[in-house]
Each structure stands twice: as structure tokens, then as C-alpha cells.
């Protein structure tokens, strides 16, 4: 096995690491890199939980070989906000209470984030959403309180308010 | 003792609050059991059988061990022969003489890299001597080919009736079913099949296991009850369990699919055998081939009615195939026979529940261990006799469910009976009245009632002199927001935020005991331990102020924060500052059982939970249409009306409910595990069909609080519930829609073509 | 594993690398197909040849004279979103839009799942209905092939050594045409196609009469295969439910599905029939402009 030196660019910094050529983006962000934020499970693409970004557009980082991802923008969930300063996305999510057991939900934003970004200013029906996000499986929500926060996150990208508190409505 | 001292406020318990540890999930900080790693640690792989049944020739792991970078190879003949299991102890960690199943652990391995460890995989030679099988539990009952030969060695709850292939045999019988059937206007007799559904978590098994100089093990895993896993493991170990440690650091979902012993054995045995802290991480393959989904079934029933559609009688039998060990199959038997008797008044019962071996997959507790096979038996069947007597099937319903002090089917008293309002709130809120909108729509209905799981939950609560407490539990935060509502009942009693509740991580070295989370029992239990602490450290904080202000603590009261008695007023952190310096702290340990409701033991024969605690009643309905000609089936809406005694966080029970009926919805149309020749054909999610976001509707929840008496605030468990219905709903509703009755699960698009074909001909 | 990963950066190194390394060597666009197949041991290249950086191989959608030439790189997510490809198109974005997930669609290239040559990809039906051909460029040049010829059987095409697939060129259909694409699986995403159906529909002037149609089936045979018989049926017949249908049994009967774990070869011919009928009249509806 020879390793080759890889310089790959995640959430908009230069790493530089040595890598097998047949290893893949999943496996270098989690096993090399350590950056945990996304997940591992079928190593197929039917799930989604190792979704991230490539250039701004989804795709399943267990398929696409690290090598191949050199020279592109890589954006995994921990490029997106911190907790001082959420994302929409991540903010909608915990104030709609779609976040559960949590595995699929880097995935899930990252999906929604790309989905989003592809038609700016464009607020989806919930049909549109479960279209976008019917590669990302959750098993715990039922992806209805999914939608709803995907929702809110594209209203509030529109009038850039953050939803921070949670929805309260009758009971 | 503790639903006593306190009423909810309003203040924090009931409130949609957002879930505690909902930040670090969504910046991707949350560390689950996947995520753990050590330095230095090596990796784990397991060889898998790819015969169901064979004798072990011989097992050559010579090639393998010289693989560089192998560390270890083990198999049975490297570790004591310890067997275990919960009802039976029939399972050891490896094959012995035999492999048993298809995907059946022969040797595990722990290299410096996983794909080491794969290659290792390959070069252990096995030679197996395939053996006659038997895969249909209703065959095995034949005893011809015993998967177990030496049964009768084994050790097992004296509780259980085993023979042969059969691993329990559970009754409940009530009153004279002959008689009913002798005098019945009508007797109905119909069978039912489900199939093998993975519980479909989203991240997979993983432990890793590290020895200590002294001998000692920790092992950080996604478990849902750690401290079963202590036991287990200080038994294949052998070891006393003080010196087995379980972490638990985050879990990806469970589902009852993490509730006994994954791979944590095998890292533990190879960490020992190495002297390096090993990691295993199931595969996909693997948790499709050698999980504990839940068990396949038959049900067969038989319900004498009266001309007005009121139940005389029934009798009923459900084979509950366990696979290659008992499991939790014969609890599974056991529970399935009180959803059986299902919300009803059933005149007579003689109902049987058997727990079969046969050569597949060792099966456990998804959600709802029994419940949506048995209740897809007997609400279709309900839905049968409606038809057959002209019966709106929402009025056959009604005149047969149970009130407020009827007997349970243990002979138990009911008390917080809602299944009326359910009912009619559920076919409300989905249109009853017109049934049939369309030609090929239609809609259904189904109702159950099921247990808050008992078992008792211990708790630390300790005050900080920054006015916030800590809550040290045992139990693990699925991801339900269980932990999140026992904070919020903690906080409303203590007159707190959420926001000043600190949860400790779950260690069984330092952690109370808690029975697990498992049987929608968390909130509840850990909810009620709560509050036991909380009316503890309530008079601990009384009695530090009357100290004080040198007086009595008639009339104080704990409000805002602070202990008021009349115009004096101190907060709660400043009396912890104060206990600190001179009384060791403020702490108090909260304990939880809930003493099961008197039953007649007379009813029931060998029955592993003869009477159901706190149970919750429920009703789902659903409006969907078919495509006759390629069967697809397309849910418009689906209602679900819970009881759920108090609402602690709406919005996580809404949570509870839609992801319960998504899985629900999966195992209606398109789950099943599938064997040919006892080999799993679909071990993949390719094949494997889970819902996605485009095969769940939106669901509307109705959230019906008919008081407990022993739920913090009145509660009741939530969890499982939601899961039990969807199969029964479905079926309902395709039959109202296209004339077709299905009776196996799951009711694919194909299957319904064949039975819409064959009703034309 | 292992093998090495090459990063050619124009069509003529990487043809070179593919001459000098033979069969040992496997190209790889968005590696949605062969980075599988490599997992579960159906592949073992020693060497792989990374072409989704050429400089030279298009991942663009041109409209031309008479239709529109693709290039292989071009993903599906740019397919479905591509504003020319409403109306008289409209099988193309709909067949794009079901092959897996957005992620998937996101970086898999029609290119790859050409020569993947799976009996059960959805976008080759789609892209047979419009009689579409292949630009395929070797060493010594480039030659045309139509896309019916090029796939044989389930993982093989005419692709010779040293060869790479490079545009797929289609014409615009007649005027009063359509095409319609549908898909059948347990599922309502995320699916391997039970069966697909793939139709392209032209009505005389009169808009009541067939002229000519295309009607390609996936996933009930080794290859996707086109219903001449029920083709060649339809001409100067009315487009009703009665020409359809007979039509769709002429289809179903054409097919040679299997049975597997997704469905049984009955319920696949059965499909075949219900979808050719269903597709055919989607785009009756659609040239009325219903």
C-alpha cells in the first residue's frame, strides 16, 4: 500500500494528510482527520447520514474517494454555525423538535443546506422537501417535524430572523 | 410518595421546551458510541456463518493470525463457556459444536486497522458440515430437527414451559371460550403472518473495551441498559460486575434493537486477549443478518360474537419465532396475549402465546415487543366481523372496549380508562363518517392499549451553589427526550429552569441503577425519581433555612428559586453555598418502583408479565387510496389519538408518535428480512425498505391526558405505543378501500394485486 | 483494497493510462456504482483512473441543430432541473429525478451509468425512447454508436480498450410528441426500479391518430429492451385506451423478467403491462396539453 499526499479543503481550511488512494472522504474525515460530526453507517449511499458538501451540493461522502475530492470546497456539518451562532438550519431544527437520537441529523441539515442554497430566496412546500430530503433516512422523527423545521429555516433565511426559542403552540 | 407531593405548575413540566441536548447534535459535537475512539486502539471483525445450520468441522486461523498486523483470533475454544440470555440461557458468545443461524459468530479478530482485520476475516478456514434445518415455527414445533438438542441442560426461568423447540408457552384464561362458542350467533376464524423487521437504527453497534493494570474492564457502547450489559458481561467474563464498567457516551437510536449484549463481548474479549483497547463496529450486512430485530409471527384467532356484534369469547394462539435463541421471545409470547385480549371486554379468553427456536436470526424487542402482530390479528379480525354483521366497524369497536373499573384481562381493574375518547376522537379527526370518499379510498381504524413498563429507577440530585442542579441517572437518553422531560419534571419541582438542570453521563461505576431505557418507561420512572429527590432536597432545603432563620418550617414554601417563609426569603444557591461549608452539600437520592396493580394469578399460566402497569390506550386511523392496478398503496392522512396521561413536552411525544407509525407504516408495506433456504437475501439497505421522507404522510396527533395515578404528574409511557397500530390501520383501511383483506405482513404492492386479482376471479 | 488512483487531466492522458494499464484499470466519474461494487468485492481494479477532471470531458448540457448532446459527466441533479427539458422532454428529468438520492444525483454521471449497464438504471430507457446515440472517443478518433446496440447484457457494452464514452446526443422529437417516464417500486423513493417505462409518443397532425412511438421497458429483462411489436402496433391506430392497452400486452409479453427479492417475474409482466398503457396516455394527455 503507498499513501499519497493529500491536501483537501474542509469548511474552507487546507489539510494535509497522507491517505491510501482507495479510501474514501467518509473514511479520511473520521478515521485520519478525526472530524466525527459525520456519520458512518450502510457505506452504500442509501442512507445519508455521511452526507456533506461538495462545492455547495450534497452528495454521500462514503462513496466519493478522498482523492477525488481534492481541489473541491468540502463543507461538513462542523462548518456550519457554532453554537453561539447557529445556522437557520441548525437553529429551526432544535426549535421545531426534529432532532431526536441526532445520528442522521448532520446529514439531514447538510441535505436541507444544499437543497436551499440550490434556489435562493424560495420557499418549498413540504412536498418539495420530502422530495429533497427522500435520500437522508431518519428512523426516530417520522421526517415530520424535519419538514417543518426545513421550512421555517427557508422563511428565515428570507427574513433573516433565527428562530431561537422554541415553538410554542396550544398543546 | 411522589406523584403525591407534587401537581405540575405548568411552569416547566408541559411545556414544548427544546430538548436539552440539542445543540451538540446539530454542530455535530454530540459524541455517540460510533464516534469513541482511544489511542492506540485496535480493530475488531467478526466471521459470520454463511450456513444456517452445520456442524463446525474444523476452524484454522493459522493464515490469519499471521497476517501482519493481526493482534488476535478467537473462537469458543479461547473463553469460558459461559451461556446467557434473558428468559433462556442458551446463547453462547461464539458457536460451539454448531452454527445456528445464518450469520452466526464462529471468530472474532482485532488487527491495527479494519481492514486487517477484513483480510484476517478471509484467511480463517472453516470447514462446516451442513445440517438439516428447520425455518417455519409452526414446523419446529414438530420437534424433528431440534436446534437446541441439549434443551434440557440449559438453565432458564423456572417460570417457563419449554419442549424441545419450544422455549415458553405463556396462557391467560378467563372464564368458559367453549360455552361462548356453543351459544355464539356467529364464530370467526382467521390467521394472520408478520414478518422479521430490523429496528432500523440509524448507527450501528460499536464498542470499545479497554482493561485496566488491575484487571478491571470499561467498555463505552450504545446500550439501552447498561447495567444488563454489566451483568452479562461480568458473566461471559467472569468476573464480579463491580468490575465491569459501562459507559454509555451517546446512542444513535435503539429501539429495543440495543438492549442486550451487541458486540461489547467481543471487544471486551479481544481487548483482554491483545492488552489493547478494541473497537468493533457492527456493518450493515451484520445488523441486517445477526441483529436482534423483532420476531416474525403467527397469530390464529378465533372470536364468538353475539348478534349485536358484543364479544362472547376468544381464543387465540401466537407462534412467536424466535430464531436460533430464545431471546426475548418468550416474553415477546407472553405480552402479545394481553394486546390479544386487546381494550375489550371479551366475555371469555383462552389465549396461548409459544416462543419457537428455529435456524434464524436470534430475534429481541423492537418497539413494542408482540404488539403490532397481535394487534394486526385481532383488529382485523374486528374489522371482519364488522363487515360480516353490517357493523359501522368504529361502532363494533365502541360497544366491545372496556371502561373505567372493568377487568384487564389478568383480572386486574382498569383505572384511567381512555380508549373511548380515543376512539372517537381518532375517527373524528380522520372524517369517520364517510369511510368510503372514492372508489379505491379508503379508511381504517385501530385501537390498543399497552403497559408502561415497571422496574425500578434510582437518581442523585445534587444542588450547586450556582442554583443549578445535577441530575446523575442511569438511564440513556435514546433520543426520545425522555431525560429532557424527567429535567423538566425535576425543574418544575425544585422551581426551576430547564436551563439550570445539568445531566451527568451515564456510567454504571457512579450512575444509580436504573432498569433501562426500555417499555416507554423512562420518563415516567426517572420522572418519578425525581420527584422523590426533589421532596428530599425540598426538606433538606426547608430545614437549612429554618436553621437559619431559627424557625419551624411550617408554611415555607419553594417558589422562584428560593425558599420563602412569610417576608424572609434565601435562595436555593445560596443554601447550597451553605451546606457546602458546613453540611457536605445538598444531595439527595430519588428512587422509583411502581408496584404492579393486583391481578388473579389464577388466569394465567407461565406468563413472564402477568399484569401491565400504568397502561396507556390509544387509536389510530388512516385514510389512504390504492392503485388497483400496480397496488401501490398512498396514505393521504393519518391521525393518532394517545393517551398519554400528561403531556411533560408535547412536542417530543409528537416525536414519540410520528417516528412510531413511520415505523409502523414500514412494517405494514415494505419491511421484511427475508430468508430463502435460511439465508438472508436483503442484508442491505438497497433491499431493505425503510420509509423515506416521501412514504410517510403527515401525521396528526392527538394528545388525550387521562391521568395516572402513579406517573410523575399523572404520565404514562409513550414510546412504544405509536408503533403497535399501523399494520391493523392499514389493512382497515385497503380493505375499505379496495374489498381486499390481507393477512400477511408486510402488504406489498405485489401482494395486493394477487389478492385484488383473485377476489375478481 | 488497494489500487492506485490516477488524476489525469484531459482525455488523451487518460486514454493513455487506460491503453498502457489494460483491464487492471477502471475509470471512475462520481464512483456511485464502481466504489460499491469495489466494497462488496465485484471489482478489484488495480488501478483507477479518476475521470470526472478532464478538461476535455463535458459534464454540459448543449442544445444543438436538433436536439441536445449531453456530455457523460453531466449529473442527474442537472437533468432535473434543466429548464429545456419540460414538455416534449419531460421523461428525461423524470426519469433523472428517481435515481437515488439528491446526493447521489448530485455526482453520478449518465456516462457511468451507461456503462454500468445495470438492467434496472432508469435513465437509459429514457434516453432509448429518444433514439439516443453515443459519441465514444478512442486513440485513434471518434466513432458514433447508437445507445440501443451499445448495451448488451447486465454489466456490458460494445466499450472497447482504450475507449472512453464522451457525449450522448439526442434529437428532438417530431412536433406533436411527447414522452413520459414511470417507475414502479415497494417503495416511493430511494428504489432500484421494480420495473421503468419509458415512452415517446408522435400523433398525426390530426392529434387523434398514432404516428409513431418509441416505448423502451427496464429492469423486467437482461437489458432494457424497446417494444417493436407494440411499436409498430400503434401506427395509424387512434390513441385511445383500447390501442394502449393492447399495445402494453404486446409489451408485457416481450419481457423477461426474474424474480427476485424485489418482485416476482409475474408481478414485473403484469407492471409492464399497467405501465406501458399508464405512459402511453400520459403523453396523449400531454400533446393535447392536458
Known sequence: MSRKLLELTINGEKHQLLAEPHWTLLQVLRGQIGMMGTKENCLEAECGVCTVLLDGHAVNSCLLL???????????????????????????????????CGYCIPGMILTAKSYLDENPGYVPSRQEIREAIAGTLCRCTGYSKIVDAISQAAQDRLTGNTLTESKETAA | MNAEAFRATGRVAGKRLPRMDGVGKVVGKHVYAADFTLPGMLYGRILRSKKPHARIVKIDASRAKAIPGVRAVITAADIPAVRYGQAVRDAPVFALDRVLFYGHAIAAVAATTLEIAEQALAAIDVELEELPAVYDPEEALANAVLVHPDWQDLKALPILVRDGNMAACAKIKSGDVDAAFAKAYRVYEHSFKTAIQHPGYTEPRASVADWDANGNVTVWTNTQLPFDTQNTLAEILDLPSARVRVIVPGIGGGFGGKLRI??????????????????????????????????????????????????LGRQGRIIVDCGAFAGSGPGTAAVSLQVLAGPYRNGSLALEGVAVYTNKVPAGSFRAPAGPMANFAVESQMDIIADDLGIDPLELRLRNIVHEGDLGPSGEVLKAVSIEECLRKAAEAIGWHDRKPAPGRGKGIACSWWMTTGGSSGVYVKINPDGTATLVSGAVELGTGAITGASQ????????????????????????????????????????????????????????????????????????????????????????????????????????????????????????????????????????????????????????????????????????????????????????????????????????????????????????????????????????????????????????????????????????????????? | ?????????????????????????????????????????????????????????????????????????????????????????????????????????????????????????????????????????????????????????????????????????????AANSATAFLKEGRRKAMEISVVCVAACLTLAADGKTCQAARIVVGAAAPKAYRCEAAETALIGKPADAETFRAAAQLAAAQAAPISDVRASAEHRRHLVGVLVQRALEICRQRIAGV
Open chain 2, 489 to 761: 419534571v425535576l425543574a418544575d419541582a425544585l422551581s426551576l429552569d430547564l436551563s439550570d438542570i445539568n445531566v451527568a453521563g451515564v456510567d454504571t461505576q457512579t450512575s444509580p441503577f436504573d432498569y433501562g431505557a426500555q417499555g416507554s418507561r423512562t420518563a415516567f420512572s426517572v420522572g418519578n425519581a425525581c420527584l422523590a429527590a426533589a421532596a428530599d432536597l425540598r426538606q433538606q432545603l426547608f430545614d437549612l433555612a429554618a436553621q437559619q432563620w431559627n424557625i419551624g418550617t411550617e408554611g415555607m414554601e419553594l417558589r422562584d428559586k428560593q425558599v420563602i417563609a412569610g417576608n424572609k426569603a434565601i435562595t436555593i444557591a445560596e443554601l447550597a453555598r451553605i451546606s457546602r461549608l458546613s453540611g457536605g452539600g445538598l444531595i439527595a437520592h430519588g428512587t422509583a418502583i411502581s408496584p404492579p396493580p393486583a391481578y388473579d394469578p389464577g388466569k394465567l399460566e407461565n406468563h413472564l408479565l402477568p399484569v401491565w402497569n400504568t397502561p396507556s390506550f390509544h387509536a389510530q386511523a388512516v385514510d389512504l387510496s390504492v392503485d388497483s392496478e400496480t397496488g401501490t398503496v398512498s396514505i393521504n392522512r393519518y391521525v393518532v389519538a394517545q393517551d398519554v396521561g400528561f403531556a411533560i413536552n408535547p412536542t417530543y411525544i409528537e416525536g414519540q408518535i410520528e417516528g412510531g407509525v413511520s415505523q409502523g407504516i414500514g412494517q405494514a408495506l415494505s419491511e421484511e428480512i427475508v430468508y430463502q433456504d435460511g439465508r438472508v437475501m436483503n442484508a442491505n439497505l438497497t433491499d431493505y425498505k425503510m420509509p423515506t421522507a416521501l412514504d410517510v404522510p403527515e401525521i396528526t396527533c392527538i394528545l388525550v391526558q387521562c391521568a395516572s395515578a402513579a406517573g410523575p404528574f399523572g404520565a404514562k409511557g409513550v414510546g412504544e405505543p405509536p408503533c403497535i397500530h399501523p399494520p391493523a390501520a392499514i389493512a382497515n383501511a385497503i380493505a375499505s378501500a379496495t374489498g381486499a383483506r390481507l393477512y400477511s405482513l408486510p402488504m406489498t404492492a405485489e401482494k395486493i394485486v394477487k389478492e385484488l386479482r383473485t377476489a375478481r376471479e
Open chain 2, 262 to 311: 451487541g458486540v461489547e463481548h467481543y471487544a471486551a474479549l479481544l481487548a483482554r486477549k491483545t492488552a489493547r483497547p478494541v473497537r468493533v463496529l457492527s456493518t450493515s450486512e451484520e445488523e441486517l443478518t445477526a441483529a436482534t430485530p423483532r420476531q416474525s409471527a403467527v397469530v390464529h384467532l378465533k372470536t364468538a360474537v353475539d348478534r349485536e356484534g358484543k364479544l
Open chain 1, 66 to 100: 478522498a482523492g477525488q475530492a481534492e481541489g473541491h470546497e468540502i463543507t461538513t456539518i462542523e462548518g456550519l454555525g457554532q453554537p453561539e451562532n447557529l445556522d437557520p438550519l441548525q437553529a429551526a431544527f432544535i426549535a421545531c423538535g426534529a432532532v431526536q
Open chain 3, 1 to 173: 483494497m488497494s489500487f492506485e488512483l490516477h488524476r489525469p487531466t484531459n482525455i488523451a492522458e487518460a486514454l493513455g493510462l487506460a491503453t498502457r494499464l489494460g483491464a487492471a484499470a477502471r475509470f471512475i466519474a462520481g464512483g456511485t456504482d464502481l466504489v460499491v461494487q469495489i466494497n462488496r468485492g465485484r471489482a478489484t481494479p488495480q488501478h483507477v483512473i479518476d475521470i470526472s477532471h478532464l478538461s476535455d470531458l463535458s459534464r454540459d448540457i448543449r442544445q444543438t441543430a436538433d436536439g441536445f448532446s449531453l456530455g457523460a459527466l453531466t449529473h442527474y441533479r442537472s437533468i432535473e432541473r434543466h429548464p429545456a427539458f419540460q414538455d416534449a422532454l419531460k421523461a428525461l428529468p423524470e426519469a433523472a429525478s428517481v435515481v437515488g438520492g439528491v446526493q447521489v444525483r448530485n455526482i453520478a454521471s449518465i456516462g457511468g451509468n451507461i456503462i454500468n449497464a445495470s438492467p434496472a438504471a432508469d435513465f437509459v430507457p429514457a434516453l432509448l425512447a429518444l433514439d439516443a446515440e453515443l459519441e465514444i472517443q478512442g486513440s485513434a478518433g471518434s466513432r458514433r454508436a447508437l445507445l440501443h446496440d451499445f448495451i448488451l447484457g447486465p454489466g456490458k457494452t460494445d466499450l472497447r480498450p482504450g475507449e472512453i464514452l464522451t457525449q450522448v446526443h439526442f434529437k428532438s422529437p
